[in-house]
Nanobody, 120 residues
Framework: VQFVESGGGVVQPGGSLRLSCAAS????????MGWYRQAPGKEREFVAG????????LYADSVKGRFTISRDNAKNTMYLQMNSLKHEVTAIYYC??????????????WGQGTQVTVSS
């Protein structure tokens, strides 16, 4: 399965963005998924995760209350709604299969990601 991230851009502090992760293949609905990000000079980190059916979600403490993860298995797509954006969320955002009950990615293969830049 391959993923293509989109929806990033340049936004002012306090603004919003909605990221999308489109999956190829037929196994998407069977996979626990996650959003990850990598800021310049930092390691890639977990942002948010969602269960196969979408009923269970988890978030990094830094984004709780501001980001919402969701998925539409019929469209093989996962989303990340990002509100009240701050400068510190500037990073490249990636999606990947997530190890169930953890925040870790299940594989070390990543797409190109989508750049999110918060700038005034």
């Amino acid at each position: 399965v391959q993923f293509v991230e989109s929806g990033g851009g340049v936004v002012q502090p306090g603004g919003s963005l909605r990221l999308s992760c489109a999956a190829s293949g037929s196994i998407f609905s069977w996979t626990t998924m996650g959003w990850y990000r990598q800021a310049p000079g930092k390691e890639r980190e977990f942002v948010a995760g969602i269960s196969r059916g979408g009923t269970n979600t988890l978030y990094a403490d830094s984004v709780k209350g501001r980001f919402t993860i969701s998925r539409d298995n019929a469209k093989n797509t996962m989303y990340l709604q990002m509100n009240s954006l701050k400068h510190e969320v500037t990073a490249i955002y990636y999606c990947n299969i997530r190890r169930a009950a953890t925040t870790a990615a299940a594989r070390d293969s990543w797409g190109q990601g989508t750049q999110v830049t918060v700038s005034s």
